[in-house]
C-alpha cells in the first residue's frame, strides 16, 4: 500500500515533483519575505531609536506604524 | 471612505490577519494534502496524474485573479490617484508571478504523461507564458525605473496592456484548438467535476489563498514600513 502511494501507479515522479516544486517554492518566497521584513523592521526601530525625545515624540504622534513598532519591540523585549 | 484605505489605519489590522492565518494554516493545509494525495480517486482516464491538478489548477487561478486585481487597482489609480493602490498592487505582484511559474511548471509536468510532451505552443499555453512576462515586465519597472510617478504610471500601462491576455487566456481552449482541455468548472452552467475530486481542489485553493494572503499581507507592511523609514529621515 506504502510502495503504491509513493509510485502513485507509475505518475510518482511528476505527481511528487509537482507538489515538492509548489512546497520548496512556496517555503523559499515565505521565508526570503518574512527575512526582509524583519530587516526593515529592525532597521525602522533602530531609527527610531536614534531620534532625539523630541522628535521620537513628533514621530510617535504623526505615525500610528511608529506607534505599533516600537510597542511591539518593547512586547518582544 | 478612502481613507480607510490608509496605510495607517490598515497596518494594525495586518499583524492581526498574519497570526490569524499562520493559526489555521497548518490544519487546512493537512486537510488539503490528505485528500489531494491520499482520499480523491485516480481519474478513469489520467489515473493518479489527475492529482497534479490540486497544485496546477489553484496556481493557475491566482496567477490569473492577482493580474486581474492589480489591473483594477491600476485604473482606480488612474482615476483616483490614490497611491496606496499602488503599493498593493507592489505587494500583489511577487504572488502573482510565483503562482503564474507554479502553474507553468506544474502544468509542464501534467503534461507530460497525459500529452506525452512537456511543452506546445498551443493557445492556453502561450498565453499563460505571455502572463509571466507581463508580470516580469511589471516587477522590473519597479527595480529599475526611477521616480514613483513614472514607476506608477509605467507598471499601470504594462497591466492594462496585459489584462487583454486575460480574456485570451480564460477563453483560448474554447477559441482555438488546444491540446488543453476545456474548463470543467463554470462559474456559470454545470460542472463537469465529481464532488469527489472538486472537494479537494476547494481546499487547495483554500490552502493557497491563505499562503497568497499571507504573502500578501508581509509584503505590504514591508512596504508601508519603507515608507515610514522615509518620512521619517524627511522629517
Given amino acids: ?77 | 471612505m478612502f481613507k480607510f484605505f490608509s496605510s495607517s489605519n490598515i497596518y494594525p489590522l495586518i499583524q492581526k490577519l498574519i497570526k490569524f492565518i499562520n493559526s489555521i494554516f497548518f490544519l487546512i493545509l493537512t486537510i488539503g494534502l490528505t485528500f489531494a494525495l491520499i482520499l480523491s480517486p485516480p481519474d478513469y482516464l489520467q489515473g493518479e496524474a489527475v492529482r497534479i491538478m490540486y497544485v496546477h489548477v489553484p496556481s493557475a487561478w491566482i496567477g490569473l485573479a492577482s493580474f486581474s486585481v492589480i489591473t483594477l487597482l491600476s485604473i482606480l489609480n488612474f482615476i483616483f490617484k490614490i497611491k496606496n493602490f499602488y503599493f498593493i498592487s507592489k505587494s500583489i505582484a511577487p504572488i502573482g508571478l510565483l503562482f503564474t511559474c507554479l502553474a507553468i511548471v506544474t502544468g509542464s509536468l501534467w503534461g507530460q504523461p497525459t500529452w506525452g510532451t512537456w511543452w506546445a505552443w498551443d493557445a492556453r499555453l502561450t498565453s499563460m507564458f505571455a502572463l509571466m512576462f507581463f508580470y516580469i515586465f511589471y516587477i522590473l519597472t519597479f527595480k529599475f525605473l526611477n521616480g514613483e510617478e513614472l514607476i506608477i504610471k509605467v507598471s499601470s500601462i504594462i497591466a492594462i496592456i496585459g489584462s487583454i491576455n486575460l480574456p485570451i487566456i480564460k477563453y483560448s481552449v474554447e477559441w482555438w484548438t488546444t491540446l488543453h482541455q476545456p474548463a470543467s468548472i463554470k462559474i456559470t452552467g454545470s460542472n463537469s467535476i465529481h464532488l469527489e475530486m472538486m472537494f479537494p481542489l476547494m481546499v487547495m485553493l483554500l490552502v493557497f489563498l491563505l499562503y497568497a494572503a499571507l504573502i500578501f499581507l508581509m509584503k505590504y507592511k514591508t512596504e508601508i514600513i519603507r515608507i515610514k523609514k522615509k518620512n521619517i529621515k524627511r522629517s
Fill in chain 1, 1 to 77: 500500500m506504502i510502495s503504491n502511494f509513493i509510485t502513485m501507479n507509475g505518475y510518482g515522479l511528476y505527481v511528487w515533483l509537482s507538489f515538492g516544486v509548489v512546497f520548496i517554492s512556496c517555503a523559499v518566497v515565505y521565508f526570503k519575505t518574512k527575512k526582509t521584513l524583519r530587516k526593515y523592521e529592525k532597521e525602522f526601530l533602530k531609527e527610531l531609536q536614534a531620534l532625539t525625545l523630541e522628535e521620537k515624540n513628533k514621530a510617535l504622534e504623526n505615525s500610528k506604524v511608529a506607534q505599533h513598532i516600537l510597542a511591539t519591540s518593547f512586547k518582544a523585549n
